[in-house]
T-cell receptor, first 113, second 117 residues
Framework: EDQVTQSPEALRLQEGESSSLNCSYTVSGLRGLFWYRQDPGKGPEFLFTLYSAGEEKEKERLKATLTKKESFLHITAPKPEDSATYLCAVQSISMDSNYQLIWGAGTKLIIKP | GAVVSQHPSRVICKSGTSVKIECRSLDFQATTMFWYRQFPKQSLMLMATSNEGSKATYEQGVEKDKFLINHASLTLSTLTVTSAHPEDSSFYIC?????????????FGSGTRLTVV
């Protein structure tokens, strides 16, 4: 069964303290892995799409990496405004053409000033 | 970039009444739209997938007679919660595909907080 697991559930960091969020996945075949950021009371905001193992993408203080089993979202020198819930989702090649996503439960990141 | 407009952002209704939530793709045509429900501190739960001009496909356990979805045009999908009850109170989010986007076009609306009293 296709599955996505994110860890940790919550992460508290001091401003400037770098860390990583993990997204482990089990799918019959990966079509794509997506990272989103969600602020309270808002819809998810797209961050990255990764398609194949070894791929990396960066945006400001965020960098996403992908292996055959997991993805990491590295955050370097975070600021309080980086506080949010980060969601990971995958699309499996076994899914139909509607391109549905399998979602992880998210990691709530809190950056203290 | 692709923008999806969802409204209302918040709605409070009385038990037994119906509520309509609109989801519009502003600068692209959305052949497929997804409706999600999100409970506090939980991830997104897919409710249904709608394709323009055809009936929506509902996920297991989602009552299609309670959650009516209409996708009559390439830019508009609506979700109507019929005969709402307090247990329907939740955060509802729509998502649309923009085939022109490299991320497979999963753009989300800002969500609707429904409170049934």
């Amino acid at each position: 069964e296709d599955q996505v697991t994110q860890s940790p559930e919550a992460l508290r960091l001091q401003e400037g303290e770098s860390s990583s969020l993990n997204c482990s996945y089990t799918v019959s075949g990966l079509r794509g892995l997506f990272w989103y950021r969600q602020d309270p009371g808002k819809g998810p905001e797209f961050l990255f799409t990764l398609y194949s193992a070894g791929e990396e993408k960066e945006k400001e203080r965020l960098k996403a990496t992908l292996t055959k089993k997991e993805s990491f979202l590295h955050i370097t020198a975070p600021k309080p405004e980086d506080s949010a819930t980060y969601l990971c989702a995958v699309q499996s090649i076994s899914m139909d053409s509607n391109y549905q996503l399998i979602w992880g439960a998210g990691t709530k990141l809190i950056i203290k000033p | 970039g692709a923008v999806v407009s969802q409204h209302p952002s918040r709605v409070i209704c009385k038990s037994g009444t119906s509520v309509k939530i609109e989801c519009r793709s502003l600068d692209f045509q959305a052949t497929t739209m997804f409706w999600y429900r999100q409970f506090p501190k939980q991830s997104l739960m897919l409710m249904a997938t709608s394709n323009e001009g055809s009936k929506a496909t509902y996920e297991q356990g989602v009552e299609k007679d309670k959650f009516l979805i209409n996708h009559a045009s390439l830019t508009l999908s609506t979700l109507t919660v019929t005969s709402a009850h307090p247990e329907d109170s939740s955060f509802y989010i729509c998502s649309a595909r923009d085939l022109g986007q490299s991320n497979y076009g999963y753009t989300f609306g800002s969500g609707t907080r429904l409170t049934v009293v």
